[in-house]
């Protein structure tokens, strides 16, 4: 489906309407946009809220700060609402095919949706919006040019206002520290010492219940045993997005094609037959944690800090003595020490201004809203007197919230706060309110090794760019992730049937996704 694009004089006609003056932090408190109540209508899709709600509290504190009332128009809510990515691409393209695009559409995997769309003119693009009127955006991509690269079309306008994590740290390797303690053993220092610590965990009994049961390593997602390339100088992925491509030196290239990721998987399938690796590692699914730490099986995991550390607690009745504890990297064969997860400084999630909104500057101005100081609090924290309070300069959550039997995050979504269908900057001091001292000790410990390497943070193609990209990259994923699982399992021999399969990732157009991928990089990074 095409759109015409919007012409000059008619942003020009509508940018004269504009009822209220731009705000910006340190003018006051007075956030009103216009004199009275505007509504705009909303499309908004994530798989915590399948639509937008008018009665969370934060949409209705936020629509007294502002007078901006979004009323929802959410297409497709009830049908394939956004369990996969796929789902929420189906959700925006009934959408699209209703022939009704709301004011404003907000989603999780929205970056692409209208980086294709935005340039035939389904949607606005932003870039003299926000220079015009939106001084906190301003500010914020003027001090953060790389994120600013990142969300530009092929065309070089940026079609929406992104949700953007905050805080440095995501994953990390935890260990059973008690069981290290009950066998003699100290935190392993490189992959050697990380070998025989697992093989002393299958082997010496550390839950002291007579069998052998223990899962030395296991992973909730599957790619997370791919990390373990790492500890063989490979890499499993260049972002937060498993499978992703990198940038080495300001050339991309992909994980799954590397001399270290060869060598990786041929010690990961070794590992794997030798019973260090959960052996339901590819289908025993979320719950793996939950299951293995509560039964005093699991020795080993790579997984989020907070949410890890937070068995410590809740298991302390059930298991004696746990301690699963973060621990640094162990060194690989070249002695690095690599944290290859953190928080990706920008998600593809966030909202946009349909072509058909006769308000785009009073929109580019709520989205502005959303940046300032008030009302980044209350995207993150909820609305002050009822679900946080100021003390010493500092959102604080109240006790009923941090104390509740509800994580903190899945109560944030009911009142909507921390949605990634809004363009907002996340302040990671919510969740630092909610991870335990062994979490922080943690983050402590990554941030003095300071282990963490740079992300690719997408390109935009054009579209003979995204032809090319279309034709052949689902293929030749497909073809790399049977493979590897094969190999891990067992089904072959990485050492044997490498040079057949790079053999077969050209035939499938490799060198082509490259190139196309480089030239978009190299475009949209150009100033970098």
Avoid: C
Avoid at 142 to 148: L, T
Avoid at 192 to 213: C, I, Q, S
Avoid at 304 to 325: H, P
Wanted: net charge negative.
């Amino acid at each position: 489906m095409r759109y015409l694009k919007l012409t000059a004089a008619i942003l020009a006609a509508t940018a004269i309407s504009t009822t209220g003056p731009a705000f910006a932090d340190g003018h006051g408190s007075d956030h009103k946009i216009v004199d009275e109540p505007l509504e705009l209508t909303i499309q908004m899709n994530h798989k915590r809220y399948p639509r937008y709600l008018e009665e969370w509290p934060v949409e209705q504190t936020a629509r007294k700060m502002t007078n901006i009332h979004l009323k929802d128009a959410t297409v497709g809510a009830n049908t394939v609402s956004d369990s996969e990515n796929n789902g929420k691409t189906e959700v925006l393209n009934l959408m699209m095919a209703s022939g009704k695009i709301p004011d404003i559409v907000g989603s999780s995997r929205i970056k692409d949706f209208v980086n294709q769309y935005g340039p035939e003119g389904a949607f606005l693009p932003l870039n003299e919006l926000i220079e015009e009127h939106a001084p906190n955006l301003k500010a914020f991509f003027e001090k953060n040019p790389d994120i600013a690269s990142a969300l530009k079309a092929a065309d070089g306008n940026m079609y929406y206002i992104p949700y953007l994590p905050d805080g440095k740290y995501g994953r990390a390797y935890f260990i059973r520290q008690d069981w290290l303690k009950k066998l003699g053993l100290k935190a392993p220092e490189n992959v050697d010492e990380l070998k025989k610590t697992l093989e002393a965990f299958r082997d010496m009994d550390p839950n002291g219940n007579g069998e052998k049961d223990e899962i030395p390593f296991f992973a909730r997602q599957w790619p997370e045993v791919l990390r373990l390339v790492t500890l063989w100088d490979g890499r499993s992925s260049g972002s937060d997005t498993y499978h992703d491509f990198y940038v080495d030196e300001g050339k991309l290239k992909h994980p799954y094609a590397g001399e270290g990721y060869r060598e990786g998987i041929k010690n990961i399938a070794l590992w794997y037959k030798e019973g260090l690796i959960d052996a339901e590692v590819f289908t025993r699914g979320s719950s793996s944690r939950d299951y293995l730490l509560g039964e005093n099986l699991g020795g080993m995991t790579h997984d989020w800090f907070a949410s890890t550390a937070g068995y410590n607690d809740s298991l302390a009745d059930k298991v004696e003595g746990i301690q699963f504890k973060a621990f640094a990297p162990p060194a690989s064969i070249s002695g690095k020490r690599v944290a290859e997860h953190r928080r990706i400084p920008i998600k593809p999630d966030g909202w946009a201004i349909g072509h058909t909104n006769e308000h785009p500057v009073e929109t580019i101005k709520y989205f502005d809203f959303w940046f300032s100081e008030e009302g980044r609090r209350l995207a993150n924290f909820g609305v002050e007197g009822e679900h946080y309070t100021m003390i010493d300069g500092k959102p604080t959550f109240t006790d009923a919230i941090l104390n509740s039997d509800t994580p903190v995050n899945n109560f944030l979504y009911t009142i909507g706060a921390q949605l990634q269908g809004r363009g907002y900057y996340q302040d990671y001091r919510y969740e630092e309110q909610w991870s335990n001292k062994h979490a922080l000790e943690g983050i402590a410990l990554y941030d003095e090794g300071d282990y963490l390497i740079p992300q690719f943070l997408g390109v935009a193609f054009n579209a003979e760019e995204q032809k090319v990209y279309d034709k052949y990259w689902g293929s030749i994923r497909d073809y790399m992730l049977e493979r590897q699982q094969a190999w891990i399992l067992g089904n072959g021999d990485i050492e044997k049937d490498w040079d057949n399969y790079m053999e077969q990732l050209e035939k499938k157009g490799y060198s082509k996704v490259l190139e196309v991928m480089q030239a978009a990089y190299a475009r949209q990074y150009a100033a970098k």
